[in-house]
């Protein structure tokens, strides 16, 4: 496995290249073209320009995180098929640049769900949170004003103002969608932009809804494993992967998280390995990635990757805010540090473990 640190690009990111170089065992970062918005077409320029950045530092871009997909795919409607012909580009000039990964998500209206951004726990730290009695209290055009003032004046990824600005709308744009329409549209978008991942060897790893339940009357379809057995089966091309991520499909108690990994040998594309604490089955916090932090067992979720001989990227994901760092809520370096040498600790611990 290789291990990376998420990056959002010198502008947006408190946390610099020159910092992720000296996490030991991090030799590469999952980035983005953070200010391009979802259906534009990323300029090859501009992933040149990025690149050379991050290799300037020492580093390599192992992927993308993310090429958003714009409404009208999700949705369906006619005008679809521009922003995949976009879509299509866009895949052509990362591949020119020798990029081969790229992770997204097909969720509905919201990227990811949040109740709170800075949960303060026993130790002092904060991290983010969700309740469901939280969600159910709200209407969903109120959901940025709950908490957007606990972001330290970053603009969280899936949570910009001008998609927030435009919640009642999207909301009637789904309201004909539901889960087999959503599944009938990433089957369609798949299968048009398999020819450009099998030109340029692009792995798309979609990464899982969360939390991996409906929010709002939304649908949510990468929840468990019998959904992404289907969507690896209705689009069977080993390019068509997953992003397995603890930490979402973790938010459902219900999920043998192990288990899922190991039924998609092959076709996990990159990993995000982190650790919650439950309070209750829909209460939870996103915890230190320590499996005695939290409410995982670590250890068997890094075995698991390492049994299906996984190779692929892998991150911390969110890390809590520690030791007075002011960041964007998730993604400052000193947990995210400890994270990626815990995770380095395990693999290693597995991999000596296994010679014996």
């Not at 000039?93 to 992770?103: A, S, Y």
């Not at 087999?180 to 792995?203: A, S, T």
């Not at 379809?221 to 969507?231: A, Q």
Request: proline share 5%; with cysteine; glycine share 8%.
């Amino acid at each position: 496995m290789e291990m990376t640190l998420r990056w959002y690009g010198s502008q947006f990111d408190s946390v610099t290249l020159e910092q992720i170089r000296q996490v030991p065992g991090v030799h590469g970062v999952i980035t983005t073209l953070y200010d391009t918005k979802p259906g534009e077409v990323w300029e090859r320029a501009a992933i040149h320009e990025l690149k050379q950045e991050v290799e300037a530092a020492g580093l390599k871009i192992a992927g993308i995180e993310s090429v958003n997909i714009h409404d009208a795919i999700k949705i369906g409607t006619p005008d679809r098929e521009q922003y995949i012909e976009n879509y299509i580009t866009t895949l052509e000039h990362l591949g020119q640049e020798d990029i081969h990964m790229v992770c997204y998500n097909f969720m509905p209206v919201f990227d990811w769900t949040r109740t709170e951004l800075a949960r303060k726990r026993k130790d002092g730290s904060t991290v983010l949170a969700y309740t469901q009695e939280a969600v159910d209290a709200l209407k969903p055009e109120d959901m940025f004003d709950s908490i957007g003032a606990d972001s330290n004046g970053f603009v969280m990824p899936g949570w910009e103002p001008e998609r927030m600005s435009r919640i009642k709308e999207l909301f009637e744009l789904y309201q004909d969608v539901d889960a087999e329409k959503l599944f009938d549209n990433l089957k369609y978008f798949l299968e048009k932009i398999m020819p450009v991942c099998d030109k340029y060897d692009i792995n798309m790893a979609i990464h899982p809804d969360d939390p991996a339940w409906s929010v709002f009357g939304l649908p949510r379809i990468i929840i468990n494993k019998e959904n992404i057995l289907r969507m690896m089966h209705m689009v069977d091309n080993p390019h068509n992967g997953v992003t397995f991520c603890s930490g979402s499909y973790g938010t459902n108690l219900a999920n043998d998280l192990p288990d899922m990994i190991r039924s998609l040998q092959g076709r996990i594309h990159f990993a995000h390995v982190r650790n919650l604490k439950f309070n209750s089955p829909t209460d939870f916090e996103e915890s230190a990635h320590l499996s005695a932090d939290g409410s995982f067992d670590m250890y068997e979720i890094m075995k698991a990757l390492y049994d299906i001989g996984f190779d692929g990227p892998i991150r911390p994901d969110h890390g809590r805010m520690i030791w007075g760092e002011v960041a964007m809520p998730g993604y400052g370096l000193y947990d995210r540090a400890l994270g990626a040498a815990y995770l380095n600790g395990l693999w290693e611990a597995i991999e000596k473990s296994d010679l014996k």
